[in-house]
């Protein structure tokens, strides 16, 4: 589904201030795996997400989505096959809509047609299914302006969002980062249930390490700009918090040693 191969990208090159976020970064993701992507500050993870959603051009290298070569296509075009939610949880939705009034506006624009649609009884019920599966009380509150709501709920409605006309891709940057534990914990619960139902290719950007051996399929650890190590599901399998740590660790120094 999505195959990335010897991208680079350096901001500021040819200056002082020349700073390498991916350096020769490969990575391949099978359709319907979810991938927990973990690293220290610097290590390169936003930048891969933007690089895939198009938010930025790298300087050399390949994306490939789905076997087509987005590379070099602007972010408008690929927001057709690749959804994503950010950190913050103000990010995403619209405040003074309603929560049924988002809904729309992202269904209407994945289908690239104009959002002032006629809230019919089918779309509302849609909408109440597609919310109730995530345990917030959400499908009670079509109404209520988003702007309402707490940020978990925000979040939770910016996930349904993202999900609504599935997407090839879908890029989760820290999302439940700015949660208290509690909600962040609904909100993962949450989206594991939807990955695993629709079968999206999915990358997370975490620093939450229970989170990352919790939830997902695979655990790509990046450093240096680059893929340091790539544990499968068995690999994971019986690790906790301070064995992943120590294998972060191990990987980084391989780097710095390199």
């Not at 289908?111 to 345990?135: F, I, N, V």
């Not at 997370?204 to 051996?213: F, I, K, S």
Request: charged letters at 25%; aromatic letters at 4%.
């Amino acid at each position: 589904m999505i195959r990335i191969a010897h991208l680079h990208k350096t901001f500021n090159a040819d200056t002082p201030d020349a700073k390498t976020a991916t350096r020769d970064l490969n990575l391949a993701v099978a359709e319907g795996e979810f991938v927990a992507i973990i690293g220290g500050n610097g290590a390169g993870k936003s930048t891969l997400l933007n690089l895939v959603a198009g938010a930025l051009q790298p300087d050399s290298g390949l994306i490939e989505i789905a076997g087509r070569d987005v590379t070099r296509s602007p972010e408008y075009r690929r927001s057709r096959c690749v959804a994503r939610v950010f950190q913050d949880p103000m990010i995403g939705t619209a405040p003074m809509l309603t929560v049924e009034e988002n809904l729309v506006l992202a269904e209407m624009r994945a289908r690239g047609r104009g959002w002032r649609q006629a809230l019919t009884g089918h779309r509302r019920e849609r909408y109440r299914h597609a919310l109730a599966g995530l345990g917030l009380g959400l499908e009670d509150r079509l109404t209520a302006r988003a702007g309402l709501l707490s940020g978990g709920q925000r979040q939770a409605l910016a996930l349904v969002m993202a999900t609504l006309e599935t997407p090839q891709v879908l890029l989760l940057d820290e999302h439940t980062a700015a949660l208290d534990p509690r909600t962040s914990s609904a909100v993962m619960e949450a989206t594991q249930r939807l990955v695993s139902a629709r079968r999206l290719t999915t990358l997370m950007v975490t620093h939450n390490m229970e989170h990352a051996l919790q939830y997902g399929s695979r655990i790509v650890m990046m450093a240096g700009g680059a893929v340091r190590a790539d544990l499968s599901a068995a690999d994971k399998q019986g690790l906790g918090v301070a064995d992943l740590v120590e294998r972060f660790h191990i990987a980084d120094d391989r780097m710095m040693l390199s």
